[in-house]
């Protein structure tokens, strides 16, 4: 592929933040619940990891969903701390290859930007503890740019940016963004999303390190 510009979605892409995020989540809930916020619905690991990638609101608005609008933008800093929290206690990590794909990449001459649907201090927290910090041009989030969706969010990269990119993630809100700004997507099928999330990609991968084949067949 003659592009450039590559995207990358954080959670489920770069880094396996599947217990990071859901023990998070769970906290936050548990503080619901014993603040009386909420009624203890019961939820389950399924629940927590289910959410995980998406949107805050729409992921909170999923799992409490008869909670006012209030309840839910108050439990958004509660939830940002327990994320920080785990992420400086050192919990997840990369996927498989993400460091030397992502380094070598970089040496073709990629340029490389994150699109998150995550909290503006746990990204860039995180690429900062696995040292990757240097290799991205940009790193954005939805919360930071105060972006309505994903969507919106990778338009902004590309406004910034200059340039057609391709985006790659694991998620349909990932594919989503892509096709509506009119990019090649490629999906990580290792990821969280399932293969029906990831029907619309142009291209599919297994592996991280398979990126690089897949950049260079085009």
């Known amino acids: ?42 939820w389950t690991e399924k629940d927590r990891v289910g959410v995980i990638g998406q949107p805050y609101h729409q992921a909170f608005r999923e799992l409490l969903p008869q909670a006012s609008e209030q309840v839910i933008n108050d439990l958004e800093p509660v939830l940002d701390r327990f994320i920080l929290r785990e992420v400086n206690n050192g919990k997840g990590g990369l996927f498989p290859g993400v460091k030397e794909t992502l380094s070598d990449l970089s040496v073709q001459g990629y340029e490389l930007y994150v699109a998150s649907n995550g909290n503006a201090e746990y990204v860039p927290a995180a690429l900062e503890r696995e040292g990757l910090t240097s290799l991205f041009k940009g790193v954005f989030s939805v919360q930071q740019y105060q972006a309505g969706n994903k969507v919106e969010l990778v338009r902004t990269i590309l406004q910034k940016a200059g340039k057609d990119a391709i985006m790659i993630g694991d998620r349909s809100s990932d594919i989503e963004a892509g096709k509506e700004n009119q990019l090649v997507t490629i999906g990580c099928r290792f990821g969280y999303g399932d293969d029906k999330e990831l029907a619309g990609s142009d291209k599919a991968v297994d592996h991280f390190k398979e990126l690089t084949q897949v950049l260079t067949e085009g």
């Open 1 to 42: 592929m003659k592009v450039k510009v590559l995207i990358f979605d954080m959670d489920g892409t770069l880094f396996d933040s599947r217990q990071l995020l859901s023990q998070a989540i769970e906290n936050t809930l548990q503080y619901a619940v014993e603040q009386k916020m909420y009624d203890d619905e019961g």
